[in-house]
């Protein structure tokens, strides 16, 4: 296991220099090549390049943010880019640093400015308190792995609950270790990858204002807003909403489908594709029910939306979302690796402590 474990890292590091060597040509388009068809056509081999690299890797925790990070957002951003668009398009231009590390990673573009007006203590305090939250987040990460090994004693939904809590849980640490060393080192605003979703009052707040903002941050770019203006043009403004709201689910859920099939390489069944068109589905439905109820001065309460839409993603997740985890064994390779991951810093402990006693 420690052979496989070191072959895997091995392999992660050839990945991300190749796709950090690859941006320096990237790096120098704009200078030579005009934005358009003509650096869409000069970028596509990088872009292929993002798209087969994670197949090189087989473990679930290091190639999942990778199939996110380079085939998923570094794609969308360098299409963007080969237009003068989004993050990666700049004026004066990104330095070779900020522009590599703004297509590999979950960061903001603009360089953070704001000088916080409270004193030391208060932002030492603050710095504490979330360093605090995440090592709590971290434990119960931990504690959710121990549990899981019980699962055949577990109802179906606390099992549902489970894989809820993992993914939640895991996806906003991974997040948040990957965009850490940034702010010091580079400068650069931090994207708030998460805003507490369980906390969510209705389908567009879970999916626009709290969970994984990464994706309808770069989504919002490259495929609501370009399908909204065409729509705009062939149904009307009244109209336009619908088909950009649709095609960003469609478009999110093939792109998840994707990352499906480079962790299990198994054919797709479409199910996870068909659970975000749901929710883009329902989604259009409650904008206009919202609209109607605000224009009859009725507004359903939080307390009671907010349970029902946290509720409605977990069930349609565990019918369409969660089958195929279960069916490629996604989940228990996941924790499998954890354990893994648990006996060798258990062994690197063990040889550091002999290490200090001599």
Same mark, same amino acid.
């Given at each position: 296991?420690?052979?496989?474990?070191?072959?895997?890292?091995?392999?992660?590091?050839?990945?991300?220099?190749?796709?950090?060597?690859?941006?320096i040509f990237c790096h120098q388009i704009p200078? +030579?090549?005009?934005?358009?068809?003509?650096?869409?056509?000069?970028?596509?081999?990088?872009?292929? =390049?993002?798209?087969?690299?994670?197949?090189?890797?087989?473990?679930?925790?290091?190639?999942?943010?990778?199939?996110?990070?380079?085939?998923?957002?570094?794609?969308?951003?360098?299409?963007?880019?080969?237009?003068?668009?989004?993050?990666?398009?700049?004026?004066?231009?990104?330095? =070779?640093?900020?522009?590599?590390?703004?297509?590999?990673?979950?960061?903001?573009?603009?360089?953070?400015?704001?000088?916080?007006?409270?004193?030391?203590?208060?932002?030492?305090?603050?710095?504490?308190?979330?360093?605090?939250? /995440?090592?709590?987040?971290?434990?119960?990460?931990?504690?959710?792995?121990?549990?899981?090994k019980f699962r055949d004693f577990f109802h179906?939904?606390?099992?549902?609950?489970?894989?809820?809590?993992?993914?939640?849980?895991?996806?906003?640490?991974?997040?948040?270790?990957?965009?850490?060393?940034?702010?010091?080192?580079?400068?650069?605003?931090?994207?708030?990858?998460?805003?507490?979703?369980?906390?969510?009052?209705?389908?567009?707040? /879970?999916?626009?204002? +709290?969970?994984?903002?990464?994706?309808?941050?770069?989504?919002?770019p490259t495929v609501y807003h370009p399908v909204?203006?065409?729509?705009?043009?062939?149904?009307?403004? +009244?109209?336009?909403?619908?088909?950009?709201?649709?095609?960003?689910?469609?478009?999110?859920?093939?792109?998840?489908?994707?990352?499906?099939?480079?962790?299990?390489?198994?054919?797709?069944?479409?199910?996870?594709?068909?659970?975000?068109?749901?929710?883009?589905?329902?989604?259009?439905?409650?904008?206009?029910?919202?609209?109607?109820?605000?224009?009859?001065?009725?507004?359903?309460?939080?307390?009671?939306?907010?349970?029902?839409?946290?509720?409605?993603?977990?069930?349609?997740? +565990?019918?369409? /979302?969660?089958?195929?985890?279960?069916?490629?064994?996604?989940?228990?390779?996941? /924790?499998?690796?954890?354990?893994?991951?648990?006996?060798?810093?258990?062994?690197?402990?063990?040889?550091?402590?002999?290490?200090?006693?001599?």
């Amino acid at each position: 296991m420690t052979m496989n474990f070191d072959s895997e890292i091995h392999s992660f590091i050839k990945v991300w220099l190749t796709a950090t060597t690859s941006l320096i040509f990237c790096h120098q388009i704009p200078a +030579r090549i005009p934005g358009g068809a003509a650096r869409l056509l000069s970028i596509l081999p990088i872009i292929y =390049l993002f798209t087969i690299l994670p197949t090189h890797l087989s473990s679930i925790h290091l190639a999942t943010p990778t199939i996110f990070y380079l085939v998923w957002l570094g794609n969308f951003k360098l299409l963007l880019f080969s237009f003068d668009q989004g993050p990666l398009s700049a004026n004066p231009p990104l330095s =070779l640093l900020h522009f590599i590390s703004i297509a590999l990673l979950p960061i903001k573009t603009e360089t953070s400015t704001k000088q916080n007006p409270s004193p030391t203590s208060y932002s030492n305090l603050e710095k504490w308190k979330k360093a605090a939250i /995440f090592a709590v987040k971290c434990l119960l990460l931990a504690a959710n792995v121990c549990i899981y090994k019980f699962r055949d004693f577990f109802h179906q939904y606390a099992i549902l609950a489970l894989y809820c809590f993992h993914l939640y849980l895991s996806v906003e640490i991974v997040l948040a270790i990957t965009a850490a060393p940034v702010r010091p080192i580079l400068g650069l605003e931090l994207e708030p990858q998460f805003n507490e979703p369980y906390l969510a009052t209705s389908l567009q707040d /879970f999916w626009g204002r +709290r969970w994984n903002l990464m994706v309808p941050g770069i989504m919002r770019p490259t495929v609501y807003h370009p399908v909204r203006r065409i729509s705009a043009r062939v149904l009307g403004n +009244r109209w336009a909403l619908p088909p950009a709201i649709l095609a960003t689910f469609i478009v999110s859920g093939l792109m998840h489908e994707a990352m499906y099939y480079y962790l299990s390489r198994a054919s797709p069944t479409w199910e996870v594709t068909w659970f975000f068109v749901l929710q883009g589905f329902c989604l259009v439905v409650e904008v206009a029910a919202k609209k109607a109820a605000l224009a009859g001065g009725w507004r359903l309460h939080r307390m009671v939306s907010g349970p029902l839409t946290v509720v409605f993603v977990a069930v349609t997740g +565990r019918w369409l /979302f969660f089958p195929q985890v279960i069916r490629n064994g996604l989940d228990r390779r996941t /924790f499998d690796e954890y354990h893994i991951l648990f006996g060798l810093i258990g062994e690197w402990g063990q040889r550091l402590i002999s290490t200090l006693k001599f």
